[in-house]
């Protein structure tokens, strides 16, 4: 069974540093695309950063120059570097993975996801 494990979030002041790991486990077919999503109380969720199997990266302009997607293929982790953080920042986390054999047939896997919290 897949699972998608994250880890990293925390309380942290206005201008501190968070790590985001996301671990995949349990499947032994490609991963190819992994982002990460935000989701602040009462609102939608909304995508902050991509990262394809080769490495090409994009992020949300509301995170630009302050986030940065990584990955280890080797590991099946995707990491968000997260700097000059600021109270709008603060949400739930969440990790996708699309997974399967081939690009165009994929799946999305979800993780539980990870608080953020900036205080002002």
């Known amino acids: 069974q897949v699972q998608l494990v994250e880890s990293g979030g925390g309380l942290v002041q206005t201008g501190g540093s968070l790590r985001l790991s996301c671990a995949v486990s349990g499947t032994t077919l490609s991963i190819f695309g992994m982002d990460w999503y935000r989701q602040a109380p009462g609102k939608q969720r909304v995508w902050v950063a991509g990262i394809s199997h080769s490495g090409i990266t994009n992020h949300a302009q509301s995170v630009e120059g302050r986030f940065t997607i990584s990955r280890d293929n080797a590991k099946n982790t995707v990491y968000l570097q997260m700097n000059s953080l600021k109270p709008e920042d603060t949400a739930a986390y969440y990790c996708?993975?699309?997974?399967?054999?081939?690009?165009?047939?994929?799946?999305?896997?979800w993780g539980q996801g990870t608080q953020v919290t900036v205080s002002s």
């Open positions: 996708n993975a699309k997974i399967g054999i081939w690009a165009t047939n994929v799946r999305d896997y």
